[in-house]
């Protein structure tokens, strides 16, 4: 996570301060869609910003070309928690049901 989180980060150009937690390792063999939600401002899909009307359509359209898309979402610990869950429930409305939250190394 904090390799794409690198990589997520210089293509957005946004600096997203994540929560500190205990890590668990992502399928990189999976698919991924990363989000980056910073405090304020649009959402950065891997790295390119997405308005907040385009989201379904993002989540459909990763969706139809792979089921197994995981969704790991970056948001500055900042970010209000209703914004994250909303993000959450969108994905999986769109049948994206893994769902990963980006944080730091303890």
Same mark, same amino acid.
């Given at each position: 996570?904090? !390799?794409?989180?690198?990589? *997520?980060?210089?293509?957005? =150009? ?7 937690? #205990? ?6 063999? !999976? ?15 891997? =790295? ?19 089921? =197994? ?5 970056? #948001?500055?610990? #900042? ?11 969108? *994905?999986?409305? *769109?049948?994206?049901? !893994? ?8």
């Amino acid at each position: 996570v904090e !390799k794409q989180k690198a990589e *997520a980060d210089k293509k957005s =150009g946004l600096k997203v301060n994540l929560p500190s937690g #205990a890590s668990q390792e992502i399928d990189l063999s !999976k698919k991924s869609l990363i989000l980056v939600i910073p405090v304020n401002g649009d959402i950065v899909a891997n =790295g390119t910003v997405v308005k907040e009307d385009q989201l379904d359509n993002l989540f459909r359209r990763s969706f139809m070309d792979d089921k =197994g898309t995981q969704v790991v979402i970056q #948001a500055d610990k #900042a970010v209000q928690h209703g914004r994250v869950v909303d993000v959450m429930e969108r *994905a999986k409305a *769109a049948g994206l049901t !893994k769902l990963a939250i980006g944080t730091t190394s303890k």
